[in-house]
T-cell receptor
Framework: AQSVAQPEDQVNVAEGNPLTVKCTYS??????LFWYVQYPNRGLQFLLK??????LVKGSYGFEAEFNKSQTSFHLKKPSALVSDSALYFC?????????????FGSGTRLLVRP | DAGVTQSPTHLIKTRGQQVTLRCSPK?????VSWYQQALGQGPQFIFQ???????QRGNFPDRFSGHQFPNYSSELNVNALLLGDSALYLC????????????FGSGTQLSVL
């Protein structure tokens, strides 16, 4: 069965410091991987995706994520955090082989960037 | 260009009642997926509609049903509401169901008392 794990409920970082939000996945075959962000009282917004190719994916608002097949991970990163990055972040996966249209989301990680 | 719009934004119902939630997809999109997001959890897939038919369904009971109209808008119906149905219901649209980039609405917050 497909699954996504986000091991940290919350990540705290000071503004200007680098940030990492962790994600590991389990899927049969190759994965499609995604990061979405949710601000209060809003729906989810797409940040970036990995389909194939370069393991380092660049997305919106200066975020990037690194696909590591051997570790089945897709960690979200940003070199310098902003207070405005504070939000709820979701990792999601879709298996390429199972002809499924649904995304499997992790439980989310709350990012808090302090001034 | 309007994004995904959902109505109503908030809804309060009592156990046993029925509810209908509505979604208009982003312009140019023809596929609508519905997700349930319980408090403190990630969204869970309910079903997807494409060409006015349910194309895929998640692990939800038959009390959850839907419809897609010729203009691609969609409704989510929930019958015999339970307390556990209280959640944020999110609609997401895409083109032909390829989920490389879903566009989400702001959701409908359903409270069942």
């Amino acid at each position: 069965a497909q699954s996504v794990a986000q091991p940290e409920d919350q990540v705290n970082v000071a503004e200007g410091n680098p940030l990492t939000v962790k994600c590991t996945y389990s899927v049969s075959g190759n994965p499609y991987l995604f990061w979405y962000v949710q601000y209060p009282n809003r729906g989810l917004q797409f940040l970036l995706k990995y389909i194939t190719g370069d393991n380092l994916v660049k997305g919106s608002y200066g975020f990037e994520a690194e696909f590591n097949k051997s570790q089945t991970s897709f960690h979200l990163k940003k070199p310098s955090a902003l207070v405005s990055d504070s939000a709820l972040y979701f990792c999601a996966v879709r298996g390429v082989m199972d002809s499924s249209y649904k995304l499997i989301f992790g439980s989310g990680t709350r990012l808090l960037v302090r001034p | 260009d309007a994004g995904v719009t959902q109505s109503p934004t908030h809804l309060i119902k009592t156990r046993g009642q029925q509810v209908t939630l509505r979604c208009s997809p982003k312009s140019g999109h023809d596929t609508v997926s519905w997700y349930q997001q319980a408090l403190g959890q990630g969204p869970q897939f309910i079903f997807q509609y494409y060409e006015e038919e349910e194309r895929q369904r998640g692990n939800f009971p038959d009390r959850f049903s839907g419809h897609q109209f010729p203009n691609y808008s969609s409704e989510l119906n929930v019958n015999a509401l339970l307390l556990g149905d209280s959640a944020l219901y999110l609609c997401a649209s895409s083109y032909r169901g390829y989920d490389e980039k879903l566009f989400f609405g702001s959701g409908t917050q359903l409270s069942v008392l």
